[in-house]
């Protein structure tokens, strides 16, 4: 795997996107240009404020603290 | 809260439900998801009004359709009582349909009323991750991308989230909405967002009460158990998994159709 596809990967595991096998899986199917675009956003989204799934459950609640 | 597309408005009758029971279950976040929230400010208001003495955090999920300016963006905002947060729902077919501007003025007017603003972006695929770049321009927020289930209009358009494989790491997991308690318009209570609470018959899946949904046979299955243990309970530990199974919504549905068939 070439050094870009290891970020792509390692980028969308981070956020949730896929298993590491999957994501291993994805990439082989890109284009190269969809993966520049790919390390592009990566690149992005350090100044950004990107939740993964486990921060957020349904629709952006939060999970309720108590129940029953 | 899910507003039902069976009926137009909540009954007197089922307000008064919702409200004994987030009293009864001392809830402390209510949000109000669609259709589309902004359609039923009256409603909200009333429902928001009736728990004024309690500590809760009420937030909306919108598709952002009032927000044609700044000053209609406050209008509306403004007009629901308490609003601590607004979530704006924005993929790929959003982005058809809804300005940039209209982002920015809702951003601009969550800023100045100082409510929590952030962006739920639905996802087919991991290159719609590209619409974080005409986000970035916009300010700064959070933004939870979250893959689309196959459900409903997106079931039936195939395009739902896909996956290369199956990924047998869900099996390890618990159910994502386990401490959540959605109230159905017209139907009841539920900890499900997806295609089970669509399809089920009422009382499987569905309860009228929150006391009734936590005694159920499926809330005990789905806040006690992971995946895999919870196909072992209902008999059906040889289920073949296909790739969608990856995504635990998908495979709690095909778990409890595996075990209960047209009697689902």
């Not at chain 2, 928001?48 to 919108?62: A, G, P, Q, V």
Request: proline share 3%.
């Amino acid at each position: 795997m070439k050094y870009n596809d290891k970020i792509v990967v390692a980028f969308l595991v981070s956020l949730g996107m896929f298993s590491v096998a999957q994501a291993g899986q994805y990439i082989s199917t890109l284009s190269s240009k969809q993966k520049k675009e790919l390390v592009e956003i990566k690149e992005l989204s350090k100044g950004m404020l990107l939740a993964d799934r486990a921060t957020a459950s349904i629709e952006g609640t939060w999970e309720q603290s108590s129940h029953g | 809260m899910v507003g039902g597309k069976k009926k137009s408005q909540l009954s007197q009758n089922e307000k008064k439900l919702i409200i004994y029971s987030v009293k009864k279950h001392k809830t402390k976040h209510v949000l109000f998801i669609g259709g589309e929230p902004t359609l039923y400010i009256r409603e909200m208001n009333d429902i928001i009004l009736r728990l004024s003495n309690m500590d809760i955090k009420f937030r909306m999920t919108t598709n952002g359709h009032f927000a044609r300016s700044k000053s209609e963006a406050l209008e509306v905002l403004s007009s629901i009582n308490r609003l601590s947060g607004v979530n704006l729902s924005y993929d790929r077919l959003h982005a058809k349909f809804l300005p940039e501007q209209n982002i920015k003025n809702l951003f601009a007017a969550c800023e100045e009323l100082k409510i929590n603003f952030s962006i739920i972006m639905a996802m087919m695929s991991p290159m719609d991750l590209v619409l974080l770049k005409k986000l970035n321009k916009i300010g700064r927020f959070t933004i939870m991308p979250q893959k689309l289930l196959p459900i409903g209009s997106a079931k039936l358009n195939n395009i739902g989230y896909k996956y290369p494989s199956f990924d047998e790491g869900v099996l390890k997991k618990l159910c994502p909405n386990r401490r959540v308690i959605i109230y159905m318009c017209g139907q009841g209570f539920t900890s499900c967002c997806s295609s089970l609470a669509l399809c089920a018959r009422p009382g499987r899946v569905i309860h009228h009460t929150v006391g009734h949904h936590l005694n159920s046979e499926f809330y005990k299955l789905i806040s006690k158990y992971t995946f895999r243990k919870m196909m072992r309970e209902l008999g059906v530990s040889g289920l073949k998994m296909l790739p969608e199974d990856s995504a635990p919504c998908v495979l709690c549905e095909h778990v409890f159709r595996a075990r209960y068939g047209e009697s689902l």
